[in-house]
């Protein structure tokens, strides 16, 4: 599959040919071009190891001759293959300030501008993302203080313009059946909201297994300089976005750090340790996985979730709808959900190639099949003409098989393929183009298929007809932007300033009592144990060093709202 070889590698070829001689391997002799590469994708925001496996894999295999080893971040393995100074031949970073600029300023990285590798194996890359390869190789040159502005990849979810924003995930789902069997009760405030929740696991105590039911299942997996799902309460709620420690009011560029007096985040904090004290919480909150929480969310276990995938994705099944139970949102009035802007320059997860890595075309020619058009759209749905297609008009759709993988991950996909759809899922756990990115192959659409004229059909359930006659709107973004009540979060090149290692050690005392602390004070039995947890987390924190992580994440505010105000001028 190498269709030619870079000059970092022939010098290699031409020092071994003083031993073995490398007229063979030039001239592909042996006939190893029908060989199958295993490459090796170490994969920061991977939860699976091992070949990547399903539909996915024999689609590589067939236009590459690859297969992907999935290698996913755990404890020491970044570690090791930095030391090694070899990360892998796909190497893709959770986040482009923590370990990645290590591998920026050691060189363990490759330039895809050597011998024009991104023109020649990545075009649909060089061609429409622009401003996504000139943000990395900015990004480079910030981080050598300006001695080099190498290219060595670019950010996930890119966008085609920035004019448009994403899809919402802050939906504020709720069982809706259970909703319209209490009257639909108006909800204006977190008040309202823990009292409906009250009253819904009242009137459904048990799952579908018997088990008993909560308002919400949390997951600690995702926790980062707070407690995620503590702190996307507050953004799903005041619309402030996760800043370093803290939270980031886009609309006045004002900084909320976590442990503010009635700020945002102890104000969510109070409200999950309500529900605990209730009796409304998961008591496996704090110990179980994010697969363990679905479970049950997929059981009928809880009655709301403010993302989508935690909520109408993951509960509406057939064999729920069928029987008139669903998950549908409803907003309280006054929440103000974050949306993101669409940014033409891609976010923080960045996709690269390793420097030792011997096949960067094979690795450049794969990326670059993931962004174009049908590679994003299988990423997500399958195969082009066995799960998804266009009509004549440019329409996507799904098959009818790609419309029962959609509903249920768990179908099989039968011949030529092995396994179910969820096999098939590519592992690597990135994406290319956001999916609210315009496809131009398409009618005007984008790859979100929640928006695709096919899918913009009659309801398919009669708790669907219930929620959109009750709503008026047709689908959950339209029910979104009819409220009129969400922030609009700026798409800008931002992107965090990396930690000297000094500070990184600071930054991690605080950040793990802060977490640690928070869960304590969610599971506290009383009020005033709840009050004594948190005092003494403030004391910690401010022992460790709060206030200088604070001021670091200030910074960071004003550096990000220079950049949105940019945007007016």
Known sequence: MRKNISKKLMSMLLASSMVVGSTAVLAGCGSKKDEVITLDVYSQLANYSGLQTGWIADILEDKFKVKLNIIPEGSGVYETRMESGDLGDIVVWAKDNDKYPDAVKNELLYDWNEDDLVGEFGPYI???????????????????????????????????SSADHEAFFYTWDIRWDLYKELGYPEVNNLEDYEQLLKDMVKLCPKDDSGNKTYAISLWTEWDDAMVMYVKAMATAYYGYDELGLGLYDSNTGTYHDALEKDGPYLTMLKFFNNLHQDGLLDPDSMTQTYDKMIEKVQNGGTMFSIFNYSGYIAYNKPAHTKEGKGMFPMKPKEATPIVYGMNTAGGDRVWTIGAKCEYPELCMEVINYFCTPEGRLTMDHGPKGVTWDYDDEGNTYFTELGEACNKNKNTKMGEPYKGSFQDGTLQIVNTTWSADASNPESNGETYNADNWKSNLTEPKSDIEADWRDKTGARNINEYMENSKEFVVAPGTSFAQSPKEQEFKTTWSQVTDEVKNGSWRAI???????????????????????YDECVSWSKNEASRRKSLEDALQQ
């Open 126 to 160: 060089k061609e429409n993302m622009k401003d996504a390869l000139k943000k990395n190789q900015e990004l480079t040159s910030t981080l050598t203080d300006g001695e080099r502005d190498t290219l060595y990849g670019f950010g996930h979810n890119v966008a085609t």
């Open 523 to 545: 599971y506290a039995d009383s009020d005033k144990e709840y009050e004594k947890i948190v005092n003494d987390m403030i004391k910690k924190c401010k022992s460790y060093g």
